[in-house]
């Protein structure tokens, strides 16, 4: 029997479509616009023509008296066809080679979505002056993919555990749990890549602090894992028991797997293994899963920004909810039987009080 058949999923889903019906489509779950958004982005970045972005600025000569000059002060090389492209910025009308840009040809919606430490951040460049502050990146890398077995992945682990969560949570709250842990891995993999590169010009570049990530400001961060992970912790919350098969042969619980994943995650970072950075991410993402999975209520107004449109939200009510300290004791009494038990050993009472608790009752 799958996940999607036990009795206690089945109630939470008709208990979640009601508190979700702001995000109305063509009878899709969040999950399935997820996806769905993601694989277009995939195909069409293959149909659009590639861009060129500068992948880092070497300082060639680090005279004081270059670094105030606008970028009209110097002239560039052409680029070149190849994919990894080297050119010289001199000052104009002088053989003085001030800095040196490497670039890189990219696909086009990676170019203005994707994540670095420098566009997050300010950096400058010769080429546009001072950059940076694109918090747009945050959420735009999340549906972004290297490839298109990156792509598969997320997509199945998003495909089998999603739709546990979007139930329980609903679907605005759910969506804003997913998009709030992908920013969340997004903030990990910056911290520790700026925490990186400002150690390094304090202390030279050999020095070395456990847990930092020392590689190029530039280096990009794709993919929607970050999210994922956040909602395999949350699953690992609430079927702490379901049996997983990993590789589609290994049968697994599913709180296993997902602490697994995170030590694995925590152990790649420390020993500056491959792909660092992406695990900071997916590290990020998993922290904050298992956070929001535990105070649903922290994602209540996640877009009243956009007008009161969340109806989980106590602000879309005409009065100000309130709960009384013996009602939240309960509520964290029954979140505790979810961690050790899962969602199939609540009564119907127990139920019961945490729907009307996350709905502001």
């Not at 940076?132 to 945050?138: A, C, E, P």
Request: glycine share 12%.
């Amino acid at each position: 029997m799958g996940l999607a058949d036990r009795d206690y999923l089945r109630d939470a889903s008709r208990h979640g479509a009601a508190s979700g019906r702001g995000l109305r489509g063509p009878g899709w779950s969040v999950t399935t616009w997820l996806i769905v958004i993601c694989a277009s982005v995939f195909v069409l970045d293959g149909f659009l023509p590639p861009s060129r972005v500068v992948v880092e600025v070497e300082v060639v000569d680090d005279d004081p008296k270059y670094r105030d000059l606008r970028p009209e002060s110097f002239s560039k090389e052409p680029w070149g066809d190849s994919r990894f492209e080297e050119r010289d910025v001199l000052l104009k009308d002088t053989d003085t080679v001030v800095y040196r840009e490497k670039s890189e040809l990219v696909p086009r919606l990676r170019k203005y979505l994707q994540f670095t430490t420098s566009q997050a951040l300010i950096y400058y460049s010769p080429s546009t002056g001072l950059e940076g502050g694109q918090v747009w990146r945050f959420v735009g890398f999340q549906f972004l993919h290297a490839n298109l077995t990156h792509l598969l992945f997320n997509m199945l682990g998003l495909f089998f555990f999603g739709p546990v969560v979007e139930r329980y949570l609903g679907r605005k709250r759910f969506l804003a749990f997913y998009l709030l842990c992908g920013v969340c891995g997004a903030l990990l993999y910056l911290l520790l890549n700026a925490g990186g590169v400002l150690a390094s010009g304090l202390f030279g570049p050999d020095f070395r602090i456990p847990g930092l990530l020392f590689h190029n400001p530039w280096t990009p961060l794709v993919g929607a894992s970050a999210g994922v992970f956040g909602v395999l912790m949350a699953g690992a919350f609430l079927s702490p028991n379901a049996t997983v098969l990993v590789f589609f042969v290994l049968p697994m619980r599913l709180v296993t797997l997902a602490y697994a994943l995170v030590a694995v995650a925590l152990f790649t970072i420390l020993m500056e293994g491959r792909n660092a950075g992406g695990e900071a991410a997916h590290l990020g993402g998993a922290i904050a899963g298992y956070y929001f999975i535990r105070r649903p209520h922290h994602l209540h107004g996640f877009f009243d920004l956009l007008g009161r449109a969340d109806p989980t939200s106590s602000t879309f009510r005409s009065g100000r909810a309130t709960t009384r300290p013996s009602d939240q004791r309960e509520v964290d009494r029954i979140l505790e039987k979810i961690g050790r038990e899962g969602l199939g050993g609540l009564t119907e009472r127990e139920r019961r009080t945490l729907r009307n608790a996350s709905r502001g009752r």
